[in-house]
């Protein structure tokens, strides 16, 4: 695996344009290779026929109508990789995932939160555990101290790959998410500790 | 659905105070600005730090009075010798988190330890019930044990406390109890 960061002055938060640097290149098992890269204007329809392809039930999870090219095209006029961080995965010149970190102000500038998407087709390949250390890293290399998801109860297979990243169990919240039909379902938090909790006293 | 919220925006309460005061919750108006804007010119920097957006800069409060918008975010304030001495908000939300709100609470310090954040609290839940809402959601510092004791009166369960959830202007780490009451029922439900 290949990667290049742009240098960054050590110790200091890496700006929008030294975050925009970032890349990392893998070939996948099918011998295509994986390029992940941070989103940019230039990706917007590449952005809209990702989520065009969503199933309606991968669009219930999402915070926003991601069926709606309109809001998709919105997120890419509104980039600013210093409030949100989405991560694209990129196979044959193809978005085939993208991977965020939400970064927070004031009181929570500390921690960021994780929400990632796959098309279907490229999943169960190692592309999103990919992108998820991809988003640790960039985590660490900002100075985040904690990272933050919240996933439905019944993904088991997403909760797991959270966790064999390191991320914990924080809390099960009952009844937290509601489906488009009115079901009301389970959702996990786990967080990822980036930096130890020292012993206070 | 609108008249629900047209109904809302008349929500009224008032209640005589033990100081012999007249106190009245109602949701804030575009008219409230320079009331707001007093409400929070007098937080303390310690109260400051508390909220998620610079409350102590007064073009931010303004827009949250110029974007008002009840359906999105519903403050009520509490109004005593007509001054805006507290504000308590319902945060909604959408999609997959339509049926739940979020909670927040500012009061001068001044006014405290009278009922009137029980008070208001208890208006923000009977709003959210008259929304249809499943259920409403609050974090709070585990420093400060009197505003959870508070929120644990009205019914709020402790979820679960974060640790190091928040940080303070100086970089320290404190912990965060999130806190959670059901205004449906799902149990017993198969």
Not at chain 1, 53 to 72: H, I, N, Q, T, W
Not at chain 1, 142 to 166: P, S
Not at chain 2, 156 to 184: C, H, K, W
């Amino acid at each position: 695996m290949t990667d290049v960061w742009a240098s960054s002055r050590r110790g200091l938060r890496p700006s929008g344009e030294q975050l925009a640097r970032y890349r990392k290149v893998k070939m996948l098992p099918s011998g295509s290779r994986l390029l992940l890269r941070p989103l940019a204007h230039e990706d917007k329809q590449g952005l809209v026929d990702l989520f065009a392809r969503a199933s309606k039930e991968d669009l219930e999870y999402f915070r926003d109508d991601a069926g709606d090219p309109v809001v998709v095209e919105s997120w890419v006029d509104n980039l600013n990789l210093e409030r949100v961080f989405p991560l694209v995965a990129v196979v044959d010149d193809k978005i085939v995932g993208d991977a965020t970190l939400h970064f927070r102000e004031r009181y929570h500038r500390h921690l960021a939160w994780v929400r990632i998407f796959l098309d279907r087709a490229y999943r169960r390949q190692g592309i999103g555990t990919l992108m998820l250390r991809s988003l640790i890293e960039i985590a660490r290399h900002v100075g985040l101290q904690q990272l933050y998801t919240e996933i439905v109860a019944n993904q088991g297979r997403a909760i797991k790959a959270f966790q064999d990243l390191g991320f914990q169990r924080e809390v099960t919240l009952s009844d937290y998410f509601i489906t488009s039909g009115g079901e009301t379902l389970d959702m996990v938090v786990l967080m990822l500790r980036l930096v130890e909790r020292s012993g206070k006293f | 659905m609108t008249d629900i919220w047209e109904k809302l925006a008349r929500y009224r309460k008032v209640k005589t105070l033990p100081s012999g005061a007249r106190l009245l919750l109602r949701p804030l108006t575009k008219e409230d600005k320079e009331g707001f804007i007093d409400l929070f010119a007098r937080a303390s920097e310690r109260d400051l730090e508390l909220f998620r957006s610079d409350a102590g800069d007064p073009a931010v409060v303004e827009s949250w009075v110029d974007g008002l918008n009840l359906e999105s975010v519903f403050p009520l304030v509490a109004i005593v010798d007509d001054r805006i001495v507290g504000d308590a908000t319902l945060h909604f939300g959408e999609h997959y988190r339509r049926h739940r709100a979020w909670v927040r609470i500012f009061l001068d310090h001044e006014y405290r330890r009278q009922g009137i954040g029980t008070l208001m609290l208890r208006s923000l839940i009977e709003i959210a019930r008259q929304a249809n809402l499943h259920q409403l959601y609050a974090e709070v510092l585990t420093t400060q044990p009197q505003v959870m004791k508070a929120f644990q009166d009205l019914g709020f369960r402790p979820e679960v406390t974060l640790n190091d959830y928040f940080m303070m202007d100086s970089g320290e780490t404190l912990d965060m109890t999130i806190l959670a009451l059901q205004l449906v029922d799902h149990s017993g439900e198969f």
